[in-house]
């Protein structure tokens, strides 16, 4: 059953689908590439602009001091704000306006904002301004169609969500800007596809792993020791153990895809030995036995797990490498790490993009939980907000690929779900 009120909010969506076009263009066309963190002062005031023209109140913050945060590349927020007529929650819907490096392959311009048929290209148009292009089309049609609602509505842009979020979403929500007594109901317009809820993420825990040697004369090998024959054993004793155990290990989170359904392990880098030349150089390697070589691991645990436990398979591992190899000596440092979350099917902002999801596209939601980390993190453990999801359009695959696009019928169909949420939580 489709009321008055949602019938107006889906016809003012659609009488704005050009703009929401030119919107995305506009957006894909300031290339804020990070690392290094390129113009998000310029992405910020294109946003404050538009969004004070639509009688939102816009803070710009830089999180100054924050990691990556220089004068060279000042690290800028925005976070836009709308009163209703009358005291009520607060949605918020956070987008990360920063981009993930180019890379090869491309057929079209990646900064252009090509439209072709139903679709418009370029880096960052799926991951995720096209989300952020809807989630603000969505505002200001809930605004037209219900200017009497109760509460409010935010929209933030926020940096560096691609390089862990600390200068965006982390410093805002340590500054307070999400926080249960001002913000109530999340919205992260990542790119799930605009019939899915994503209700969190797996845990991470990347440590570095480094065996230790002595160096020698490559000629006299047995006058060292080399630590990258011991990291041989562990990474030998890895494949016939600790991958075989992490199989077994299934969760009953909705992960997606279907190999994220257990706990993964990747070996991002090995390093061993003599440094690797530049590329110039055209002498040969000196022979020595190397005396360090290090790992990065980064092991994604589930709901299930327990950090701790997860850290002692692998200090286990080490010690049974440790028991069998006389000379063997290690350290392991711990880089980075973020707990396992999601939100229970039952919170408020679950519930209304559900029933909304349905009433756009005539079909139930599907529920899923995302293998990596994104911004839900900070808005959850600093923020302290549990009534959070992700949900936006575009195909998450084409994410950081070679010609990504977004639909420009998937985005008015999420704006469209994304406005009557707004509805669901706001209408008097
Ligand atoms: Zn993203």
Redesign the pocket.
């Known amino acids: 059953m489709t009321s008055a009120l949602e019938s107006r909010i889906a016809a003012e969506v659609t009488a704005r689908r050009g703009d929401l076009i030119r919107l995305t263009q506009d957006l894909i066309r300031i290339p804020t590439l990070n690392p290094p963190g390129r113009n998000y002062r310029e992405i910020c005031d294109y946003l404050a602009d538009r969004l004070a023209r639509s009688g939102f109140k816009v803070d710009l913050i830089r999180a100054e001091g924050a990691l990556g945060d220089s004068d060279a590349h000042p690290r800028w927020n925005l976070v836009a704000r709308h009163d209703g007529a009358g005291t009520g929650d607060c949605v918020h819907f956070n987008s990360?306006h920063d981009v993930v490096a180019v890379g090869h392959g491309w057929t079209r311009d990646p900064f252009g904002g090509e439209v072709e048929g139903d679709r418009i290209y370029g880096r960052g148009s799926c991951?995720?301004k096209g989300g952020l292009a809807a989630s603000i089309i969505a505002a200001e049609a809930f605004v037209a169609a219900c200017p009497d609602y109760r509460g409010a509505i935010e929209i933030s842009a926020t940096a560096d969500?691609?390089s862990g979020g600390f200068g965006g979403v982390a410093y805002l929500a340590e500054q307070g800007w999400f926080a249960p007594e001002r913000v109530q109901h999340v919205i992260i317009p990542?790119?799930l596809h605009k019939d899915r809820i994503c209700l969190g993420h797996r845990g991470v825990w990347w440590a570095e792993i480094e065996t230790k040697g002595r160096i020698a004369h490559g000629s006299m090998p047995f006058l060292g020791d080399s630590a990258v024959r011991h990291m041989g054993a562990v990474l030998a004793e890895m494949e016939r153990a600790l991958f075989p155990l992490l199989a077994t290990k299934r969760t009953a989170m909705p992960v997606i895809p279907e190999g994220a359904k257990q706990s993964t392990l990747n070996i991002n880098s090995i390093h061993g030995g003599e440094a690797e030349q530049d590329e110039g150089y055209t002498g040969l390697p000196a022979p020595c036995v190397p005396d360090r070589c290090r790992i990065v691991i980064d092991r994604r645990f589930l709901i299930e797990e327990d950090l701790a436990e997860v850290k002692r398979e692998v200090t286990a591992m080490l010690e049974r490498v440790k028991a069998a190899r006389p000379s063997f000596q290690y350290e392991i440092r711990d880089l980075f790490e973020v707990q396992p979350t999601m939100t229970e099917k039952d919170a408020p902002v679950v519930r209304s993009t559900a029933a909304a999801i349905e009433k756009v596209l005539g079909k139930a939601a599907d529920y899923v939980v995302s293998p990596g980390t994104?911004d839900q993190k900070h808005i959850d453990r600093i923020g302290r907000l549990k009534n959070c999801i992700a949900y936006g359009p575009g195909v998450l695959d084409l994410?950081h690929q070679p010609d990504e696009w977004v639909g420009i019928t998937d985005m008015e169909d999420s704006a469209k779900v994304m406005a009557l949420v707004l509805a669901e939580l706001l209408a008097p």
């Open positions: 990360h991951d995720m969500e691609e990542e790119p994104y994410a």
